[in-house]
């Protein structure tokens, strides 16, 4: 299973936390968004404009 994965055209990170569907997201801060199943469970993190805190992330496409 990959815990993250790594968007270089759209420079979004994505954190996985659990398996399941997205049924809705919250911004909690600007650019950071929780996504969470239809339990309300949260099941990943979203990071937009993710090489704002790392610059290594937008040389290469990465998933783990």
């Given at each position: 299973?990959?815990?993250?994965s790594?968007d ?57």
């Amino acid at each position: 299973n990959k815990k993250y994965s790594y968007d270089k055209e759209s420079d979004s990170l994505f954190i996985y936390i659990k398996e399941g569907n997205e049924e809705r997201f919250e911004e909690i801060a600007p650019g950071i968004n929780i996504e969470l199943n239809s339990e309300g469970d949260i099941i990943g993190v979203e990071i937009l404009k993710a090489s704002r805190f790392n610059k290594n992330l937008g040389k290469e496409s990465i998933r783990y």
